[in-house]
């Protein structure tokens, strides 16, 4: 943490206050402005209230739409008053005198002569920059919107490339109270001069001052202090795919979620198609959902777990790894369309199998409409308990008073021709109904009785309304042809015999049985919930007819129903309705993409198939083994759009110390790739301990120890099948310390960690030792390694994996 130099003199002190002072008394301006805004937004709203339901269609939609502006920006308004002002910039002359929308100057140079001879020079400009953009009443800006182009210079501008940049000041306020500044100088050999007096410099560093803050259980968002490198990746022009690569705590998560922030400013409409951001876990979503809010966006962005992307299904458990690499690779699609055109074969009227969630998680429960018959049981074999109660072999109607049957045989025939092609099952239901009604008309033999086409066609047309109106006819096709759920199927799936059937020569035995056993657990995986995505896409959903909402009569006539919900909803019920309502999106950001597996990724490609795209990941981080199948699938996703590459290179989250230790996994893991440089050290060296009386006490009292050492958090992390008796371990310690299985640790950090065994880690998966790579670098201060037996330490505690 930049502490303040004890020598700092009494001299430097007074300039500090003075400084703070010039910053108060803009704050207070900024305030004053902002009420009176506040008050203009009530009083519209107000006003408009007040005119009531009178008025002519025309007046009554300029009213809505005026409430709903003054709404929305009487919310902001109310969201940002909170630390609003966080940055200044003092420019000298730019080049030409333009000036931009937001008021301010548009050169990115300044104007020749702007420095004279004798390297002194005059502030021209100065900026200040905030969460939102205010404007005085004479249209002058009093603070710059982070977003906007006015500001970028207060992220890009460099001593190497300084600009117009003469002076870069952070600006730490609580509320209304300017509680200090730091100050960065650009171009330190000049003397500058504002309003006379020369430039002052106040601090040491303000991105130091942030790194070194102690971490809570939510991301704080980072636009006082946006680096170069990061700000090129914040602000690249959106169209096609923003790929961005970069090793553990550069930033890349920070960077999509002020991504979205930007975008949003840059286009609202293009991209009030809504932005999806996708995160590998529940958990990193929790961590990472409020810093959109204080960025200043009200609902056009979702941030959704991988496991959640699906409505009204959960991803609550995990696979062991070779489940996984079965059910997340390409492999499964294959099985998946097998499986959906099998299970017509099935019928309705059974139960579904064991172990499926009795409620919300198979489709019987959910829709009524299908349970398959037999249950696999419990046992590792998966032999059936029951026979499947299977679909009706026979079809009997009644046509022309005549007695008409089609057998197995002709059904099965029918049911073939129906299924030719690719298009999805749900949808060749009425191909499958014309089908049956053409084999009954020919076996009828009416289809002789009249010459004449235009007799014969109504004899046809009468024929096929009297069959399929018949009540044994829509039984028969319910029962024979039933609307498949994805749910259904996958349930179908856990039965190891049919699902060995459907998947003959795609998975092994192994695959099969592990699958299938997977299956009958109560609850879905990630994976699972990819697989019924895809179900969804391969089965179709049938068109149904619209509900209607019920709507005021006064909202129809001014057709601004769309208008209404602002003043019934809050904002987050607002967008929580706008995002599940939402299949596609504009914009997709997908964080931790290493992780994303190829079934995954069809996907994500499904909900942005007219998206633009960035993608933020570390290939070394990547827990799926089978890295070129996943590129391949990302590339299908992404399509034919083209890429821009970035590479984030500094690593802001670990000290030098505990990135040095981690860089020893990395060369393991991934011979030949750099890791990134850490910006700071702390001196503090990573802690080796061996388990003393037993592996739980051990870890308890390292925990402890930290939780004394540090003013945030302490993450345990564990191998993933220690994560339950972890959380045993640390009862008590309080909520400041955590315990996650080592998957679970992707994104998130802490001040200090403990990582308990890292030969358990690393053996859990083929990519285990990636996955331990990600657990020793979530420490922003501290890090402690315990080793068990396994770990083969050393005298000095270093386990085999950590040793030179
Ligand atoms: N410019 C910055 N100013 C202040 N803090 C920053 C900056 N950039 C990153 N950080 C901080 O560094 C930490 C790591 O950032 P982030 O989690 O976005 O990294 P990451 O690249 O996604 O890491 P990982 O790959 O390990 O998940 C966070 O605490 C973040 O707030």
Redesign the pocket.
Same mark, same amino acid.
């Given at each position: 943490m930049a502490a303040q130099a004890p020598q700092e003199t009494a001299l430097e002190d007074s300039s500090r206050d003075r400084e703070i002072g010039v910053e108060q008394e803009h704050l207070d301006r900024v305030y004053q402005r902002l009420e009176e805004k506040i008050h203009e937004a009530e009083f519209l709203m107000n006003d408009a209230a007040k005119r009531g339901q009178v008025g002519t269609p025309g007046a009554l939609a300029e009213r809505d739409a005026q409430v709903f502006r003054a709404g929305v920006h009487l919310n902001r308004l109310n969201n940002e008053f909170e630390d609003f002002l966080f940055g200044r910039i003092d420019l000298l002359l730019g080049k030409d005198g333009k000036k931009g929308p937001d008021g301010a100057y548009t050169a990115v140079e300044p104007a020749e002569g702007a420095v004279r001879e004798d390297n002194t020079a005059d502030i021209a400009e100065t900026l200040h920059i905030g969460r939102i953009g205010v404007l005085d009443q004479d249209y002058a800006p009093l603070v710059i919107d982070w977003r906007a182009p006015a500001a970028a210079p207060f992220y890009r501008s460099t001593p190497v490339d300084p600009g117009r940049v003469v002076r870069r000041r952070v600006i730490r306020s609580k509320g209304r109270r300017v509680l200090g500044v730091e100050d960065d100088l650009m171009r330190p050999e000049l003397k500058a001069f504002l309003g006379g007096d020369e430039l002052a410099v106040i601090g040491d560093g303000a991105?130091m001052a942030?790194?070194g803050q102690a971490?809570s259980h939510t991301?704080?968002?980072?636009v006082?202090?946006?680096?170069a490198e990061?700000d090129l990746v914040i602000r690249a022009p959106a169209a096609s795919v923003t790929y961005v690569e970069?090793?553990?705590?550069?930033?890349?998560?920070?960077?999509?979620?002020h991504r979205a922030a930007y975008l949003l400013y840059q286009d609202r409409r293009r991209y009030s198609g809504g932005i999806l951001i996708v995160s590998p876990t529940p958990l990193l979503v929790a961590y990472t959902e409020g810093v959109l809010p204080s960025l200043g966006e009200e609902g056009q962005v979702a941030i959704r777990a991988i496991g959640s992307l699906v409505d009204g299904a959960e991803a609550t458990l995990y696979d062991a790894p070779s489940t996984a690499r079965a059910k997340g690779s390409y492999r499964m699609l294959k099985v998946l369309r097998k499986a959906a055109r099998g299970a017509l074969e099935l019928g309705p009227g059974g139960r579904a199998p064991q172990g499926r969630p009795a409620s919300g998680g198979t489709a019987a429960n959910r829709t009524g409409q299908l349970a398959f018959g037999d249950d696999p049981g419990d046992d590792d074999t998966g032999t059936p308990a029951r026979t499947p109660a299977g679909p009706p072999t026979r079809l009997r109607v009644v046509a022309f008073g005549r007695r008409l049957e089609l057998e197995a045989a002709e059904l099965e025939r029918v049911r073939r021709t129906a299924l030719g092609g690719t298009a999805p099952v749900n949808l060749l239901r009425p191909r499958a109904r014309k089908l049956l009604l053409d084999a009954l008309w020919t076996q009828s033999g009416a289809g002789t009785r009249h010459s004449d086409p235009e007799l014969a066609a109504e004899l046809r047309s009468s024929f096929d309304e009297d069959v399929s109106t018949e009540d044994s006819f829509i039984a028969f096709l319910d029962a024979w042809w039933p609307e498949l759920t994805p749910q259904a199927v996958l349930a179908a799936m856990a039965d190891e015999r049919r699902l060995g059937r459907w998947a003959r020569r795609i998975l092994n035995p192994g695959e099969v049985r592990k699958v299938a056993r997977s299956l009958r657990r109560d609850g879905y995986s990630v994976h699972d919930i990819a697989m019924l995505d895809e179900l969804q896409a391969i089965l179709g959903t049938p068109a149904r007819p619209r509900k209607k909402r019920d709507l005021d009569p006064l909202d129809q006539l001014t057709g601004l129903e769309e208008l209404m919900p602002v003043r019934e909803e809050s904002q987050r019920e607002r967008a929580e309705r706008l995002a599940a309502e939402r299949t596609e999106y504009a914009h997709v950001i997908v964080?931790?993409a290493q992780d994303v597996t190829p079934m995954q990724w069809r996907m994500l490609g499904r909900r942005g198939r007219h998206a633009t795209w960035t993608v933020? /990941?570390?290939p070394a981080?990547s827990s799926w083994s089978d890295v070129d199948e996943a590129a391949e699938a990302r590339d299908e996703a992404l399509g034919t759009r083209p890429r821009r590459r970035f590479q984030?290179t500094?690593?802001?989250?670990n000290p030098a110390e505990i990135a040095q230790l981690a860089a020893k996994v990395l060369a393991l893991a991934m011979p030949g790739s750099t890791s990134p440089s850490a910006v700071r050290s702390t001196g503090v060296e990573p802690r080796f301990t061996v388990v003393r009386d037993s592996l739980a006490q051990t870890v308890r009292e390292e925990a402890a120890r930290l939780l004394d050492r540090v003013d945030g958090t302490v993450g345990v992390v564990v191998a993933m099948q220690r994560r339950e008796e972890a959380a045993k371990w640390l009862a008590g310690l309080g909520d400041r310390v955590v315990a996650l299985g080592s998957l679970e640790a992707? /994104?998130?950090?802490y001040d200090a960690t403990v990582v308990v065994s890292p030969a358990e880690i690393a053996d859990e998966s083929p990519a285990g030792l990636r996955v331990l790579y990600?657990a020793l670098?979530?420490a922003?201060q501290q890090l402690t390694v315990v080793s068990g037996d396994r770990d083969e330490p050393d005298d000095c505690g270093v386990p085999d994996l950590l040793r030179d």
């Open positions: 991105l942030a790194l971490r991301m704080r968002d980072i006082a202090s946006i680096q990061q970069g090793g553990p705590g550069t930033g890349k998560t920070a960077v999509a979620l964080d931790e933020v /990941g570390d981080q984030l500094v690593n802001y989250r992707k /994104g998130l950090e990600v670098t979530r922003t």
